[in-house]
């Protein structure tokens, strides 16, 4: 009997995830008056560096969903794909672990932040084009998998994130902008996936070494 692929959506209950994230503004301008110079200007470049500093922070900060499916993920790396010029994506790998071998098979998050609108029926057959290059599947599984994908993925506008969670054994889960979609119930499916953007045969070897924290962003 061939094997079934099987699409679990996310139940309606869960809502959008959501992480307040509070920030303390503080106003020295009522005191600056009263400072010589030189201490106001030493202050003002104390100011800018712990704005640098926060903002770093939040830079760096995993999204809700990556923290709810794994709470002692680290950002591993970052980069943008570009195609003739044009930015698509920013992406964002999370590890909970340092990252080993040459292709994924550890826990892991792919976090992509679209810089343009793209339809989700255009990156579900995508996505399957690009796992044809990472490893063999036959024509029955590239269907079901991509009929998955069309089912999962909303069309998205630029700002927009779609992130994806997996666990070696497990189903491969996708979120919208901390929203749960759903998983693919296939455990073939999450190291070809992933592997679009992190195995050794990448069509993007560039983009790979900055995820995996081996280039420059």
């Known amino acids: 009997m061939p094997e079934r692929t099987t699409v679990t959506a996310a139940p309606g209950r869960r809502g959008v995830l959501r992480r307040g994230a509070g ?11 009263y400072r010589p110079a030189a ?5 003002d470049g104390a100011g800018r560096g712990a704005s640098a ?23 591993q790396g970052q980069g943008s794909l570009r195609m003739l010029g044009l930015r698509i994506f920013d992406a964002r790998l999370w590890l909970d672990a340092p990252w080993r071998g040459e292709a994924p098979a550890q826990p892991l998050a792919l976090e992509l932040r679209y810089a343009r ?60 902008d901390g929203r749960w979609l759903g998983q693919v119930d296939d455990e073939a499916f999450g190291p070809l996936f992933f592997g679009i ?18 280039a420059g962003g």
């Open 23 to 33: 920030l303390l503004a503080l106003s020295a301008a009522a005191v600056a008056g």
């Open 39 to 43: 201490v106001r200007a030493q202050a």
């Open 53 to 75: 500093a926060v903002a770093a922070a939040v830079a760096s900060a995993a999204p809700p969903e990556v923290i709810e499916a794994l709470p002692a993920a680290r950002l």
């Open 117 to 176: 609108a793209l339809s989700g029926a255009r990156i579900a057959t995508r996505s399957i084009q690009e796992m044809r290059g990472i490893g063999a599947f036959d024509d029955a599984q590239a269907a079901r998998w991509e009929l998955a994908l069309r089912r999962l993925f909303p069309d998205v506008e630029a700002g927009q994130r779609l992130t994806g969670v997996w666990r070696p054994g497990a189903a491969t889960r996708f979120a919208h």
């Open 197 to 214: 953007w992190l195995a050794a045969r990448s069509s993007e070897p560039a983009l790979r070494d900055r995820l995996l924290g081996r």
